[in-house]
């Protein structure tokens, strides 16, 4: 994975090239992406929209680019992952992992974890939650 990937949070510049991201990535589903449902996705939450970036040579000092980015999200009580997207000529090399921990580590600075544990729960170890978007 080249040295010079950045994560760093999201912002409402970035919002178009997030969109050819997920385009370049077909990680597009069923419904229409726009900048209008990530702008209001910014709004609440903004440090947990994470962005993979390569740094801006120094030659060309004003462009970067988004080559991954993963949305997390947080209700109060649980931590959601979505919208994962990895240019497909830099996966398989690690970098959806440390979108991932990033994110983690993001949620688990605002709270994420620590309100169960604050009231006395403990993960369960015996039960496995299982999802999947059908459709």
């Not at 993979?52 to 080559?67: D, G, K, L, M, R």
Request: net charge neutral; aromatic share 8%; glycine share 6%.
């Amino acid at each position: 994975m080249p040295d010079e990937i950045q994560l760093r949070t999201c912002t409402k510049a970035d919002i178009p090239n997030v969109l050819a991201l997920w385009e370049h990535a077909a990680t597009t589903h069923g419904y229409p992406d726009t900048a209008a449902a990530v702008a209001v996705r910014l709004q609440r939450d903004p440090q947990l929209f994470v962005l993979a970036v390569v740094a801006a040579s120094p030659a060309n000092a004003t462009s970067e680019s988004i080559v991954g980015s993963l949305m997390g999200a947080w209700d109060g009580w649980r931590g959601y992952m979505y919208r994962m997207a990895i240019v497909p000529e830099l996966r398989r090399n690690g970098l959806a992992t440390r979108l991932v921990h990033e994110v983690e580590r993001r949620l688990a600075a605002i709270g994420a974890t620590d309100f169960w544990a604050a009231l006395g729960y403990a993960p369960q170890t015996t039960i496995a939650d299982y999802a999947k978007t059908l459709g």
